[in-house]
């Protein structure tokens, strides 16, 4: 396998490449886990969220805050900390945090389809 110099791609381009192929690999799980988090800031919001969906919704937030910064999305990593923290408490969010999570929900959906 030829290295990138030895193809006449620059290194930092070529970096970039793979970045973007692993982009789109991941780039429906990554849509899943957000739709988890919606759906989550939903029954938030309603005060109908059950312990299962809480533990779901804490574990996509976990995985989001680690795979967005890979692809340079610090905001996207900060606010899926921040949503993460909201879910591992031993109660359930209530009622009003569900505006705040929709909110944070709906940033990461515009954030992931606007990456290019």
Same mark, same amino acid.
């Given at each position: !396998?030829?290295?990138?110099?030895?193809?006449?791609?620059?290194?930092?381009?070529?970096?970039?490449?793979?970045?973007?192929?692993?982009?789109?690999?991941?780039?429906? =799980?990554?849509?899943?886990?957000? /739709?988890?988090?919606?759906?989550?800031?939903? /029954?938030?919001?309603?005060?109908?969220?059950?312990?299962?969906?809480?533990?779901?919704?804490?574990?996509?937030?976990?995985?989001?805050?680690?795979?967005?910064?890979?692809?340079?999305?610090?905001?996207?990593?900060?606010?899926?900390?921040?949503? =993460?923290?909201?879910?591992?408490? =031993?109660?359930?969010?209530?009622?009003?945090?569900?505006?705040?999570?929709? /909110?944070?929900?709906?940033?990461?959906?515009? !954030?992931? =389809?606007?990456?290019?």
């Amino acid at each position: !396998m030829k290295t990138p110099a030895q193809s006449g791609i620059p290194a930092d381009a070529a970096l970039s490449q793979a970045i973007d192929r692993l982009w789109v690999r991941f780039l429906p =799980e990554i849509r899943e886990r957000v /739709a988890i988090l919606e759906a989550a800031a939903a /029954a938030v919001s309603s005060g109908k969220l059950a312990a299962k969906r809480r533990e779901a919704a804490q574990a996509a937030a976990h995985k989001l805050a680690g795979v967005l910064g890979t692809f340079s999305l610090t905001r996207g990593t900060v606010l899926a900390r921040e949503t =993460e923290v909201t879910y591992s408490r =031993e109660s359930s969010p209530s009622p009003s945090a569900g505006k705040r999570l929709a /909110a944070i929900a709906a940033e990461l959906r515009v !954030m992931i =389809e606007n990456r290019k």
